[in-house]
């Protein structure tokens, strides 16, 4: 099995959890928070989304799904372009809204196969490129999708973790 197999049966495992964390949930749900400062589920599929676009994108040297495909008009959130939810604080976490679960899971699914194509191209010798030397040591493809693939799974659970949460208090 080579290596992009691997990622592509991960990267398949978060759309799968975030297409469950969502099922369900109407705009109340998707928007509760369940304490002061916390995130909410919308927040968390969204925030996870747009580090996969960013960084899959920036990787592969790609148009970021959320800026090309019209998301980021079509979810009109009062953030910057860019903006991927990183160091967001209360005030930014409110601000992502929906009005349900729908445009977060096209989000998803849009990104998710723009992630599949770019997985599908890659050869081994790919993974050992350079895409960010930041850090020390540089950061290699392999590191930085891996990498994407550990945050985004983290926060899918934690989006499946606050569905059941709130499905729990409304039982």
Not at 131 to 145: C, F, H, K
Request: proline share 5%.
């Amino acid at each position: 099995m080579h290596a992009k197999d691997i990622l592509i049966d991960g990267y398949g495992r978060i759309r799968e959890e975030v297409h469950a964390a969502l099922d369900g949930l109407g705009p109340d749900e998707l928007h509760h928070r369940p304490a002061p400062g916390a995130n909410s589920v919308a927040w968390l599929v969204w925030h996870l989304t747009r580090v996969q676009d960013d960084h899959v994108a920036g990787a592969f040297g790609l148009d970021q799904v959320w800026l090309s495909q019209g998301f980021e008009k079509r979810f009109g959130l009062d953030l910057p372009r860019h903006d991927t939810g990183y160091g967001h604080g209360p005030a930014e976490v409110a601000k992502v809204r929906v009005e349900s679960a729908g445009p977060l899971a096209e989000y998803y699914d849009a990104v998710h196969e723009q992630t599949l194509g770019a997985l599908r191209s890659l050869a081994a010798k790919d993974l050992e490129r350079v895409v960010d030397e930041r850090w020390d040591p540089p950061v290699t493809l392999a590191v930085r999708l891996v990498s994407v693939l550990s945050d985004d799974l983290q926060h899918a659970g934690q989006a499946a973790y606050l569905k059941g949460l709130v499905q729990s208090a409304a039982a």
